[in-house]
């Protein structure tokens, strides 16, 4: 069974201070990652994707790949309260002619005040 | 901004009844999905539906499950025979391409209580 695999947190960091976000995969042939912002009771949101290995910005928003490690994380700068959510790491894998997410179980962040 | 609906928001149901929980995809888009979520676990994926058929489904997606396109505009999943671990979020997805690098967009879900 293909895993995604984060830290189910909470992870409390205060405003405005960087929080990183970790996911590992268990699949070497992913090639595209994604990740999610989930509100409670509240559908998934995306945030950013990335395919290429390296560091993708967008914002205050850095995705990092590196797919000999099989790790991607998140980085949020200058976190503010409303970032308090649940991040999802989702993985795309191939299934019969289209592709499925593979989500981890998703890391807790609380941005204290 | 074209966004992917869905009716209800919240079904509760008896066990044992059948439920058809219903979406209502971005109009262009040629592929749909149903994840579901249950309460503080991971979003798993059911199934994705393509050209009238199934492409795949997962094994959560058994005979009580079932999946259709009635029309040109909803993809509705009906559970036949409700059980108490039915109860979650499910959430419907649609893309316009299947490809890995394309970007499912998920509707605000349905919240699924079986009693």
């Known amino acids: 069974q293909k895993e995604v695999e984060q830290n189910s947190g909470p992870l409390s960091v205060p405003e405005g201070a960087i929080a990183s976000l970790n996911c590992t995969y268990s699949?070497?042939?992913?090639?595209?990652f994604f990740w999610y912002r989930q509100y409670s009771g509240k559908s998934p949101e995306l945030i950013m994707f990335i395919y290429s290995n390296g560091d993708k910005e967008d914002g205050r928003f850095t995705a990092q790949l590196n797919k000999a490690s099989q790790y991607v994380s998140l980085l949020i700068r200058d976190s503010l309260p409303s970032d308090s959510a649940t991040y999802l790491c989702a993985v795309k894998q191939k299934a019969s002619g289209t592709y499925k997410y593979i989500f981890g179980t998703g890391t807790r962040l609380k941005v204290l005040a | 901004e074209p966004e992917v609906t869905q009716t209800p928001s919240h079904q509760v149901t008896q066990m044992g009844q059948e439920v058809i929980l219903r979406c209502v995809p971005i109009s262009n888009h040629l592929y749909f999905y149903w994840y579901r979520q249950i309460l503080g676990q991971k979003v798993e994926f059911l199934v994705s539906?393509?050209?009238?058929?199934?492409?795949?489904k997962s094994e959560i997606f058994d005979d009580q499950f079932s999946v259709e396109r009635p029309d040109g505009s909803n993809f509705t999943l009906k559970i036949r025979s409700t059980k108490l671990e039915d109860s979650a979020m499910y959430f419907c997805?649609?893309?316009?391409?299947?490809?890995?690098?394309?970007?499912?967009?998920f509707g605000p879900g349905t919240r699924l209580t079986v009693l």
């Open positions: 539906f393509y050209n009238n058929e199934i492409s795949e």
């Open positions: 997805a649609s893309s316009l391409l299947a490809g890995e690098y394309n970007e499912q967009f």
């Open positions: 699949d070497r042939g992913s090639q595209s």
